[in-house]
């Protein structure tokens, strides 16, 4: 079956670091790939998305790139802000309309 | 629009009661979902719906039924409570399938508590 893997966290960064949170998925078919970010407390709210191999997401200084051969989907962001502290999920979509997630990966930056 | 709205946000019951956890969007989205968080788990889908009198199963179904009878309205009920589905329970949202290029839009959360 499908599924999606994260690196484990939590992240420690420093502010102005460089961010990269590695994903990896296994699917049939061609699946669309996301982000998502949750804030303390909140729901999530989609970052980016991609839905076809070699299809960059971007969204505040995010970035994903849909790797088909090495069924990848790593964020990176070249400069994190404290602000950017929350927990990221990646997350496959099928044809079937369900939306499987990663197990999430807390990211703290540190001023 | 107030989006995608759940109540109430925080709940403790006993083990065997029962409750409803209330989930309503304002956006004329055909497809509603329910996810339990768990830690290390990330969002497990409970059960999903594609529109008014169409639901589903997804992943963790078991100790949970769901309706829809309106397309705002996406209620999840616990008919008996086991301290295993203490979670942090998500509805959300969205205009086309999840698994086209619709984005889902995500409630608060509701923090449920089984003792």
């Known amino acids: 079956g499908n599924s999606v893997t994260q690196m484990e966290g939590p992240v420690t960064l420093s502010e102005e670091a460089f961010l990269t949170i590695n994903c990896t998925y296994t699917?049939?078919?061609?699946?669309?790939l996301f982000w998502y970010v949750q804030y303390p407390g909140e729901g999530l709210q989609l970052l980016l998305k991609a839905t076809k191999a070699d299809d960059k997401g971007s969204n505040k200084g995010f970035e994903a790139t849909y790797r088909k051969e090495t069924t990848s989907f790593h964020l990176e962001k070249g400069s994190v802000q404290v602000s950017d502290s929350a927990v990221y999920f990646c997350a496959l979509g099928s044809g079937t309309g369900k939306l499987i997630f990663g197990q999430g990966t807390t990211l703290q930056v540190k001023p | 629009n107030a989006g995608v709205t759940q109540t109430p946000k925080f709940q403790v019951l006993k083990t065997g009661q029962s409750m409803t956890l209330q989930c309503a969007q304002d956006?004329?989205?055909?497809?509603m979902s329910w996810y339990r968080q768990d830690p290390g788990m990330g969002l497990r889908l409970i059960h999903y719906?594609?529109?008014?009198?169409?639901?589903d199963q997804g992943e963790v179904p078991n100790g949970y039924n769901v309706s829809r009878s309106t397309t705002e309205d996406f209620p999840l009920r616990l008919l008996s409570a086991a301290p295993s589905q203490t979670s942090v329970y998500f509805c959300?949202?969205?205009?086309?399938?999840?698994?086209?290029?619709?984005?889902?839009?995500f409630g608060p959360g509701t923090r449920l508590t089984v003792l």
């Open positions: 959300a949202s969205s205009q086309g399938l999840a698994g086209a290029l619709s984005e889902q839009f």
């Open positions: 699917a049939t078919g061609y699946p669309s």
């Open positions: 719906s594609v529109g008014a009198g169409i639901t």
């Open positions: 956006m004329n989205h055909e497809y």
